[in-house]
């Protein structure tokens, strides 16, 4: 199946075509060039911050929908605990589409408007995976050194996952074949057309490449989410929402990974809240539920460590922010690595 | 007398003190000591067929039946087909199939095939055989329960398959969300719903490991299996030692559900409806042994 070959590639795979082995590169090339000719003639969908307007027919398909779904019942009834995803991010409404073409095979199509771009790139940042696509051309001023480069979408198996914006796109043939795929491909630009990119959040391209002594991050881990269910599928710490996670706060959690004479996976997590109270009243929430037997006085502005199960845990709290770094072998790791994280400390609010 | 509620953490998994915090002042029911099921052992049957379903993911009706036949002679240990569908079922039997509804739904031929199969083997009227999936009025309506969810992981319980299976019956399935999922099982004790199992078959033609319910085709994979028991508990831990198992597979490493499936534990010790222990179910393989996972 299709879908494995490009499982892994992910992240470090950015639409490359030295890294496109075997038949795939002719037809990677093919897409390449496809996609950059209908970028410049200009084809895009119209596309506001509400609705994007997908064509009737393409090229022998047939539309149905769009089906506007807006609130958490209707995204309930739509797709069950699915749409709980959705919610832990600031989901505004849904449109769903149908491509049908006339040998039966279908595609669809469902348009993601999020309250926000950090919230959208959220939604593809849990999982990195598939072969990057670029819809965009180049920017004239070259790549922003202080902006990681990410792919704003990935295929795989006949998924395309886009963000484009305020929009978390989702392109999914029911059987991949060349002509679902090209379609897939066409909506996929349509859906990105001239809406302007927008960077990740700041909270995600803060995380270091390298923390001391050579613990490398896994970019293609990393997740942005404001969600314990969100954090608990990338990395599970409780089924309760001890970090107390809302809609107000911005996290990021990555692993890190040392190989070598000693290997070894270290995770990060650190998480913006609005005010250094709440930073600290979620820190003590979190202590009194993943640290019970721990009674003494913790001086949350220091870094903190100890040796538990899985290995080293270690946080602090400044300001707005809070880290922690489970699983790290040693007491040096962990508190070099709590020194190397940090948050956005430029974010309005208490400065306390 | 006051409850004082304990928060499950990854650390209780790694200390392997779950059940200790599963308390019976979280759940309102004892937690089942070792004793108790020292002796409970359970089999599942793992059917698979290598032509069941072509590379564009038709089914082949035939094969598939041949595949249920299998099933239920292995669990039954009976000769014929007929007699093993006598151990579950009775001709006045009204029987509700059970199938996952969408996102990853139940194949229609298999709810199909086993439907003919019940009315030719066992003599129910086709009217008698019915889709039980929905609100707690389909089970009250029915004799007999014969779960055959499809195969796949969730996202928010780590998988959604067995014990997930039975939860609009419940009548508010928002209520089994986060820690509370452990209180899955409570819903198989419902009067409606109690000891109206009998059997359980798992649609794995072409099961999710990732993603789930939301369909994901990158996580999806023809297994070409069907798995089932009377065990309901003891099927599903097999069905996840098949998820885990392939999301290995995939990544080259370990990379377990998560978050971990807490109502497999409970559906075991706090609700006894069966074994969650790998080390006390006996797995028969039948068929094609290709990339079995288990």
Known sequence: ?352 | MKHHHKTITRRDFLRGTLGATLTASMLGVPWMDKTAHAMQKSSVTVVRDREVMDAGRSVDTRRLQSMLDQLILTITGKKTVRDGWAVFVKPDDIVGLVPTPHLNPTHDELFEVLRETLHREAGIPKKNIRDAQGGSRRPKQCTVLIPIPALKAHWLTGIGTVMKNYIMYSGRPTRYHDEKSARLGEIWLQPEVKNKTRLVIVDALYPLCDKGPQPDPRYRWPYRGLIGGTDPVAVEAVCLEVINRKRQALRGEPWPVTPPPICLEAADKVYGLGTSDMKKINIQRIGWKKEILI
């Open chain 1, 1 to 352: 199946m299709g879908g494995h070959e490009s499982q892994e590639r992910g992240y470090s795979h950015m639409f490359d075509l030295n890294k496109i082995e075997g038949r795939g590169k002719a037809f990677g090339a093919f897409i390449l060039i496809f996609l950059t000719m209908a970028v410049s003639e200009g084809a895009g969908a119209k596309m506001n911050h509400h609705t994007v307007h997908l064509p009737s027919t393409i090229q022998g398909w047939e539309r149905t929908g769009p089906n506007r779904i807006a609130g958490s019942k209707s995204l309930f009834d739509y797709m069950n605990g699915g749409g709980e995803l959705y919610l832990s991010y600031g989901f505004d409404h849904l449109d769903v589409y149908h491509y049908v073409s006339k040998g039966h095979e279908k595609v669809l199509v469902e348009i993601y408007f999020m309250k926000s771009t950090d919230d959208a790139f959220g939604l593809l940042s849990l999982d990195w995976g598939g072969d990057a696509v670029r819809f965009d051309p180049p920017s004239s001023k070259g790549p922003d050194p202080n902006v990681p480069e990410v792919p704003r979408a990935l295929y795989g198996g006949g998924l395309l996952r886009v963000w484009a914006g305020r929009i978390y796109a989702r392109i999914m043939a029911h059987r991949e074949t060349p002509d679902t795929r090209k379609l897939v491909m066409d909506l996929g630009r349509r859906i990105t057309g001239d809406h302007k990119s927008a960077n990740p959040p700041e909270l995600f391209n803060r995380l270091p490449d390298v923390i001391e002594d050579g613990w490398a991050l896994r970019r293609d881990r990393a997740g942005y989410f404001r969600s314990h269910l969100v954090l608990n599928s990338l990395f599970f710490l409780s089924y309760t929402n001890i970090l107390s996670l809302d809609h107000s706060v911005e996290a990021v959690t990555a692993p890190y990974e040392k190989t070598g004479e000693k290997t070894g996976r270290i995770q990060a997590l650190v998480i913006t809240y609005g005010s250094s109270v709440k930073a600290k009243e979620a820190l003590q929430k979190f202590l009194e539920a993943y640290l019970p037997e721990q009674k003494r006085p913790v001086d949350f502005s220091r870094t903190s460590v100890y040796n538990i199960e899985d290995g080293h845990l270690a946080f602090r709290s400044t300001r707005q922010c809070l880290v922690l770094v489970f699983k790290a072998p040693d007491d040096r790791t962990a508190r070099a690595a709590v020194d190397a994280l940090t948050c956005d400390s430029n974010k309005k609010g208490d400065e306390q």
